[in-house]
């Protein structure tokens, strides 16, 4: 895209900022068809269709992906005798839309369940307006629930939303391939995609741990949940508070059994609305968990919602035993050595350190940063290479190229930092599946660093992938 037609956009954008009524940002991003319709965030516009669709007392569910990836709804319709609405997405998008398009169907007789996931990002008043306008763009009705306070931010993220649009207009239109498709969901909105057994290689992700303290809620996010219980109590709904689904073995170790009832005291005291649930409970075994420590995988699924029923029922006076037969947690399968033999001429240009099965690089030798270009190896010494570590290139002013293969698993945050002449960060591999990152991988490293995507398929995969999309702006389409 030129320079000027750039500039175009951007100044559409100031222009509908300053002097146009806010019903024009449907007028302009609508002009095209949807692109974003087959990913992740494609799934907002049936959500919010089904929760419409209830005249009759419902459940609804909010929260983020710990919902999407964590419910069964017609089991748990089954077990509460009330249809179910799981209205969890994306925690790109935040809590707080998803309290905010809610409201759109709260009425007398409904519950519903706030379970958001404990991370300083979803339970704030976080709002990402270009997310947002992507998730809308196949039913603009939405707009008209998200609040004032909100409505310049969507305007502001217009110019990077229309200047992406129109790029994947002339590109061709997303169709991520894996569980990160619309396609994964069923008509519950419930995530159906297969997912066997966990897939991370440490049981769990090293770069979100999970600390259950008063200090993980902004203050500002409490007062605006009790504002959304009063509104739903207005429509005579009732509010409860429960927790996502949570990797044992990511909870810090410094969460006790007396700070974690200090944590659910602190939610007490401060909510004005039940908190339904035990926290121990959600506190899960990592063989239920999938691809995050909040993504249930199939067992886990299960296991949740006989949880959350008994949570429900309870509170309306239905104490019988919930009659879900619960899996046993899945095995995950032992992988084979992802390289034959070592590659010792590439292997001898890093340190390492271990890192589950194999090894995490951690440092580059001093023969190592006289390179202009690296290529991470598959393994070194008999052990695959897996991960790499915050600051593993610092030093190296020479670097200029990174080439990361298909045997790397995990990206640390500030992975890429003080090495301030890195360019191009080759990844090659089919999709973004398999390859972790935090969210804050860029960390330290070069503003104009770009991240090469060396097929269309590949490209495709990581810019629409849950957790890749946010680096969206780092990517680049370089075919071979």
Excluded at 219 to 240: K, L, P, S, W
Excluded at 244 to 254: E, K
Excluded at 378 to 385: I, L, P, Q, Y
């Amino acid at each position: 895209m030129s320079n000027q037609v750039k500039n175009w956009i951007k100044l559409i954008a100031l222009l509908l900022a300053v002097l146009i009524p806010f019903g024009a940002v449907i007028g302009v991003a609508a002009f095209a068809k949807p692109v974003y319709g087959q990913t992740f965030l494609g799934e907002l516009a049936p959500k919010y269709d089904r929760l419409n669709e209830f005249d009759e007392p419902k459940v609804i569910i909010v929260g983020g992906s710990s919902v999407a990836f964590g419910l069964d709804s017609a089991l748990l319709e089954q077990h509460v005798g009330m249809p179910v609405v799981n209205f969890g997405l994306y925690a790109t998008l935040g809590t707080k839309i998803m309290m905010d398009l809610s409201k759109a169907n709260v009425n007398e007789g409904d519950i519903v369940v706030l379970a958001p996931e404990m991370d300083e990002q979803t339970l704030s008043l976080y709002f990402n307006a270009e997310a947002a306008l992507q998730g809308m763009e196949s039913n603009w009705n939405m707009l008209r629930y998200i609040p004032k306070e909100d409505r310049s931010d969507l305007v502001g993220g217009l110019y990077e939303y229309l200047t992406s649009k129109i790029k994947y207009l002339r590109e061709g239109l997303l169709d991520p391939a894996g569980v990160y498709n619309r396609d994964s969901f069923n008509d519950y909105g419930d995530i159906v995609y297969e997912r066997p057994y966990n897939t991370m290689l440490l049981g769990y992700d090293p770069t979100k741990s999970i600390d259950l303290t008063a200090d993980l809620f902004d203050e500002e996010f409490i007062d605006y949940i009790n504002e959304y219980t009063a509104y739903c109590e207005e429509q005579g709904a009732t509010v409860y508070f429960s927790f996502c689904p949570m990797n044992a073995s990511a909870v810090s170790p410094d969460n006790t059994q007396d700070t974690l009832f200090e944590f659910y005291s602190f939610l007490y005291e401060t909510l004005d609305c039940e908190v339904i649930s035990n926290v121990n409970d959600y506190i899960i075994d990592e063989d239920y968990f999938y691809d995050s420590n909040f993504h249930l995988n199939d067992s886990g699924v299960v296991l949740r919602t006989s949880l959350l029923a008994h949570d429900i029922n309870r509170t309306r006076g239905i104490t019988q035993q919930i009659s879900i037969e619960i899996p046993e947690a899945p095995e995950r399968p032992i992988s084979e050595d992802v390289a034959a033999e070592t590659d010792a001429l590439l292997a001898s240009h890093f340190t390492y350190a271990e890192y589950g099965s194999g090894y995490a690089v951690t440092g580059v030798t001093e023969e190592g940063k006289k390179l202009a270009a690296l290529t991470l190896p598959a393994s070194a010494d008999g052990k695959a290479v897996l991960a790499i570590e915050k600051g593993a290139f610092a030093g190296c002013e020479n670097l200029t190229k990174i080439t990361i293969n298909q045997n790397i698993v995990q990206l640390m945050d500030g992975a890429f930092a003080d090495c301030p002449n890195l360019a191009k960060i080759y990844v090659i591999r089919e999709s973004a599946e398999g390859l972790g990152v935090g969210d804050a991988v860029f960390e330290g490293a070069p503003a104009n660093v770009k991240l090469v995507l060396t097929t269309q398929e590949s490209y495709e995969s990581f810019v629409a992938d849950y957790f890749w999309s946010k680096y969206g702006g780092y990517m680049i389409l370089e075919k071979e």
